[in-house]
């Protein structure tokens, strides 16, 4: 069974920093995916950013620049260096992983962890 734990988010003043962290555990092909997304109040879930298990690497347009993505050398550590944050980051951050199986595309999700950026 696949799990994704994150962690590192918190309060923050605008213009500071944060990692965000996600541990993911089971049997993961080598073909993946694995993203942020977040979740303000009252809007849907969009992606932050994405990291290929090949190395490609994609961002959200409001992030570019300011938040990095990344994995450790086992690639099933995911991270997201987030700097210069904004009020508008403020959002329950979620950890994405989806792989390619025998059975065919299986997609999982973290718990979400939370980030504040006040105004």
């Known amino acids: 069974q696949v799990q994704l734990v994150e962690s590192g988010g918190g309060l923050v003043q605008a213009g500071g920093s944060l990692r965000l962290s996600c541990a993911a555990s089971g049997s993961i092909s080598e073909a993946n995916v694995m993203s942020w997304y977040r979740q303000a109040p009252g809007k849907q879930r969009d992606l932050v950013a994405a990291?290929?298990?090949?190395?490609?690497?994609n961002y959200a347009d409001s992030v570019k620049g300011r938040f990095t993505i990344s994995r450790d050398s086992t690639r099933k550590t995911l991270y997201l260096q987030m700097s210069s944050l904004k009020p508008e980051d403020t959002a329950v951050y979620y950890c994405?992983?989806?792989?390619?199986?025998?059975?065919?595309?299986?997609?999982?999700w973290g718990q979400g962890t939370q980030v504040t950026v006040p105004s």
């Open positions: 994405n992983l989806v792989i390619a199986t025998t059975s065919g595309r299986r997609e999982y």
């Open positions: 990291s290929v298990s090949g190395g490609v690497t």
